[in-house]
């Protein structure tokens, strides 16, 4: 028995469930106040409370959760309420929308992301700084001389 309500590692009510290793759930998951994958989930993860994703953990696919805790890997798309976090070991290759993203030294993240919560506007450049950036962005024409 991994959870038992007596276990003092794990209060009662703080941890929904748990995937160990070498267990692969394919579909949905969903939870109400936090899980933790340390094997691999593919499809949908959603819930309002918090996933962790441990060291040996792999998520492939759509998650939407209150906050993300990553030290495996995750592959897909993430939408966060509050936060997402991406630990020293751990591995992101998803777009993310999340209005707190914080990348810790040793982590990997490719995708994109979009902070919610924060005016799009504000973020461009104006001025000399946006003719600057519409200058570097113009497609140039690289031609050979016939030899």
């Given at each position: 028995m991994i959870f038992k309500s007596s276990d003092a590692a794990v209060p009662q009510g703080d941890l929904n469930g748990f995937l160990d290793r070498g267990s692969h759930l394919e579909g949905e998951l969903?939870?109400?106040?936090?899980?933790?994958?340390?094997?691999?989930?593919?499809?949908?993860?959603?819930?309002?409370?918090?996933?962790?994703v441990g060291d040996g953990g792999e998520v492939d696919g759509e998650v939407e959760v209150g906050r993300l805790?990553?030290?495996?890997?995750?592959?897909?798309?993430?939408?966060?309420?509050a936060r997402i976090q991406i630990a020293p070991g751990g591995k992101v290759y998803a777009d993310l929308v999340t209005p707190s993203l914080v990348i810790e030294d040793g982590a990997v993240f490719e995708g994109r992301c979009a902070m919610t919560g924060e005016p799009r506007a504000a973020a461009e450049p104006k001025g000399k700084m946006a003719e600057e950036a519409?200058?570097?962005?113009?497609?140039k024409l690289v031609s050979k001389a016939a030899g």
């Open positions: 969903r939870f109400e106040t936090s899980f933790r994958i340390d094997g691999r989930v593919t499809g949908r993860v959603s819930s309002p409370g918090s996933l962790m805790f990553v030290s495996g890997v995750l592959r897909g798309a993430v939408k966060a309420a519409a200058a570097a962005a113009k497609p």
